[in-house]
């Protein structure tokens, strides 16, 4: 197993500590939990922060449109540094002059189960899956649930994939959760209460 530092050192060398109120990596490592966590960031433009657990960090992409639960809609996703374990709880307001300066909220948050494990002598771990460029998951948040496919376009550094719900009887063109569900899973607040409580910290 490589180490966790290596993998968190893009994470640590774009933030200052003492200035942002994100976490710190802390120990880490690989619990064996599936957690996923969806945080709605507006930093100088809105998107949502889909990170997955796995390999003792959460696997991170911004998603400018954030996931939609109709199957025909592609939403893009940009590949982004891992993140440590903590920050699936992070809620607040980074500090505006510093690496992604803005709220953050709690949008979704629960478990996952990797699809891929289960297709015989082709199952793939998801290290396999993110390697591979197809990764299929099936979610069970509050607002999100069923298969989710997170499939690579571009690669680079930054690579580009695109978010796509699973045709299955989670499926659902009708909602639109990301226009309709606004508040924090963890707090019930909404951004510009989570921003209010940012200030009057600060
Ligand atoms: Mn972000």
């Known amino acids: 197993m490589g180490s966790d530092k290596d993998r968190l050192g893009p994470y640590r060398s774009k933030r200052d500590f003492d200035e942002t ?29 889909f990170r997955l657990e ?22 893009l996703a940009i590949r982004t ?31 996952y189960r990797n699809l891929r494990a289960d297709e015989g002598e082709n199952s793939l ?5 993110l390697r591979g460029g197809l990764i299929e998951v099936w979610l069970e948040g509050e607002k999100l649930k069923g298969g989710y496919a997170l499939k690579r376009i571009e690669p680079g550094e930054k ?29 019930g607040r909404t951004m510009h209460q989570i921003a209010k409580a940012g200030e009057e910290k600060a």
């Not at 771990?125 to 899956?129: K, L, N, R």
């Not at 580009?160 to 309709?180: C, G, Y």
Request: charged share 30%; no cysteine; net charge negative.
């Open 81 to 111: 540094e891992d993140h440590p374990l903590e920050y699936a709880d992070f809620e607040g307001v980074i500090p505006q002059d510093e690496y992604g300066g803005g709220t953050v909220m709690v949008w979704d948050a629960g478990t």
């Open 125 to 129: 771990d998801m290290p396999g899956s």
């Open 54 to 75: 796995f390999d003792g960090v959460l696997k991170s992409w911004a998603v400018p449109k954030g996931p939609s639960t109709d199957p025909g809609e592609k939403r």
């Open 21 to 49: 109120p994100e976490p710190a990596p802390g120990k880490g490592g690989d619990d064996g939990g599936r957690r996923f966590v969806i945080q709605k960031h507006d930093a100088s433009s809105v998107h949502y922060d």
């Open 159 to 187: 690579s580009q994939w695109l978010l796509i719900k699973m045709d299955d009887d989670e499926a659902d063109a009708r909602r639109n959760p990301v226009s309709t569900q606004n508040r924090s899973v963890k707090t």
